[in-house]
């Protein structure tokens, strides 16, 4: 079995157990450290050949460890190197305390540090073991060096990023480039954390994949290898072939356009039929700019019920411009029954009375996924949003074993969680893809990927990954209309 590590995420507790069972398994943990500070030191020199000199800052623990192990290599490659530690290095422990005594350079006080043009910072100040808000002397340093724009490599986590969350713990350093070991924590993908730690490497020192794979939950980076077993089917050709008919449900005459983008989306994305469900007011205005989507008026709950007699229509849009209220409520509880992508007004129709949608989608057994950003998740899932002990995948999490459906919670670190705990977070979103019907877009290319026949999650996990890459494909200057021209295959 190969155990890919490349998009595996492993919490700070889990890395701490993988640790032990390494060691339990007879592996020198001295060798791991050595291994980790000699890749920073490697890294280092290989960004930064021109430096004047390597300022190591070394914390009370292993990340300390691994800062002394690259100090010394640094010192042993002919660099500039200074050392400044935190507390007294006299009172390190076990590995830490054994990399300090082969290094021998000697060691100045952290608060004595004065960034100087030409220095890079090597940060070993803290890394997986953070436990709590940095103390004030330390953020001092931490502000000084930001200050400073003197380039910094992180081991293991830019010290005070918290390796669950992602958050920052009084303060941070803005690393340049990262140097992790063995896999990815959800502190470098969760934001602020990502745009903290710069560029990202992973490095393999040498812990068995098998024993990672065995400690890790299933949390991965979003990929293609996340959903790729199932894209492959959709292609023409294979017997799994299929297109599906999608629906999308518009709103009323003067919030049409979201709907036709989620459509418009969802046709480009997949959808073998695309129909409009509009009410008849809205009629002409959707019918004068439809081509290739389907147009069927569609406007109390009884045109519904009749619609849905037609088993084949198995997917639905509901929420892009729906409007908030009891027509909104009264058709997501008709449609939970079939695949249904519930977004904007669809979700915010269920501030009130969400009880009822999570008892029905759990009894229906249906396909749902639901895309709150953040405040939509808030009105939504506001004891989950107002916990903030829980990182953005552990509140995604538990919104999605609340509600039983897939929950798409958006943003520039979007996390697709399944009620089982199964979770991703995406890393390919630019910037500007948080444009005005950028979401309706999402919402569409979801729901051509459920009348194909996906299940939600991959369903869910793959859109959110082909809507980054529409996003970077459009540029800049992308608009919701670019987005759609530039949806391309699935892998
Ligand atoms: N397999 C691997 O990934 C390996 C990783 N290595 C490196 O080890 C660190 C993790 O080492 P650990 O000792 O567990 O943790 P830290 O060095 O990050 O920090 C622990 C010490 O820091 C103190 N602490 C924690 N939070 C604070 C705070 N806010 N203010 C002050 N002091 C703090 C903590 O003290 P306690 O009182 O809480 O015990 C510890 O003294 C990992 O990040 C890698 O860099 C190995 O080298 C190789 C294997
Ligand atoms: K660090």
């Known amino acids: 079995m190969r155990y890919a590590l490349e998009d595996m995420l492993v919490t700070p507790a889990e890395m701490a157990a993988i640790d032990k069972d390494a060691a339990d398994s007879g592996i020198d943990s001295f060798s791991l450290m050595r291994s980790a500070g000699m890749a920073v030191s490697a890294a280092a020199l290989r960004l930064f050949p021109a430096a004047s000199r390597f300022v190591v800052l070394c914390g009370p623990g292993n990340n300390g460890g691994d800062g002394y192990v690259a100090a010394e290599a640094l010192a042993g490659s002919g660099a500039q190197v200074a050392v400044y530690a935190l507390g007294d290095p006299n009172k390190l422990r ?96 969760l934001m602020p954390g990502r745009e903290l730690s710069g560029t990202l490497e992973v490095f393999d020192i040498g812990i068995p994949a098998r024993l990672v794979a065995a400690r890790a939950s299933d949390l991965r980076i979003n990929g293609p290898a996340v959903w790729r077993q199932y894209s492959g089917g959709l292609r023409p050709g294979t017997h799994k072939y299929k297109r599906g008919h999608l629906a999308v449900l518009s709103g009323g005459l003067t919030s049409t356009g979201a709907a036709r983008l989620s459509a418009a989306a969802g046709l480009v994305a997949g959808a073998g039929l695309v129909t409009l469900g509009s009410p008849l007011e809205a009629a002409a205005v959707n019918a004068s700019h439809l081509t290739a989507v389907m147009l069927k008026e569609i406007g109390t709950a009884a045109d519904l019920a009749e619609w849905l007699r037609d088993k084949r229509l198995n997917t639905f849009v509901l929420g892009p411009g729906f409007g908030v209220g009891k027509k909104a409520r009264d058709f997501a509880l008709m449609l939970c029954d079939r695949a249904l992508v519930l977004d904007a007004d669809g979700m915010s129709s269920f501030q009130q009375g969400r009880e009822e949608l999570f008892q029905k989608i759990a009894e229906s057994g249906g396909q749902v996924v639901m895309t709150p950003h953040e405040g939509e998740f808030a009105r939504l899932f506001p004891e989950v949003g107002a916990d903030t002990s829980l990182s953005k995948i552990e509140r995604a999490q538990v919104a999605a074993r609340l509600s039983h459906a897939v929950i798409v919670y958006k943003g520039p670190d979007t996390v697709v969680a399944a009620p089982s705990g199964r979770a991703v977070v995406n890393v390919d979103a630019p910037a500007w893809l948080a444009t005005a019907g950028s979401g309706d877009v999402l919402a569409g290319i979801i729901g051509a990927h459920l009348a194909q026949g996906m299940p939600a999650f991959e369903a869910a996990a793959a859109a959110v990954w082909r809507h980054g890459e529409a996003g970077i494909r459009a540029g800049r200057t992308a608009t919701a209309e670019t987005l759609v021209e530039n949806i391309s295959p699935l892998p």
């Open 94 to 189: 076990g590995d830490a305390a054994k990399a300090r005594s082969a290094c021998r350079l000697g060691v100045i006080d952290l608060e004595a540090y004065q960034p100087q043009s030409g220095d890079i910072v090597v940060d070993a100040l803290f890394g997986a073991g953070l436990a709590r808000d940095l103390p004030d002397a330390v953020q001092k340093i931490i502000e000084r060096v930001n200050a400073s724009r003197v380039p910094v490599v992180a081991v293991d986590l830019p010290s005070g990023i918290d390796g669950r969350t992602g958050e920052v713990r009084g303060a941070s350093f803005a690393a340049a480039h990262t140097v992790t070991f063995m896999a990815a924590k959800p502190g470098h993908v």
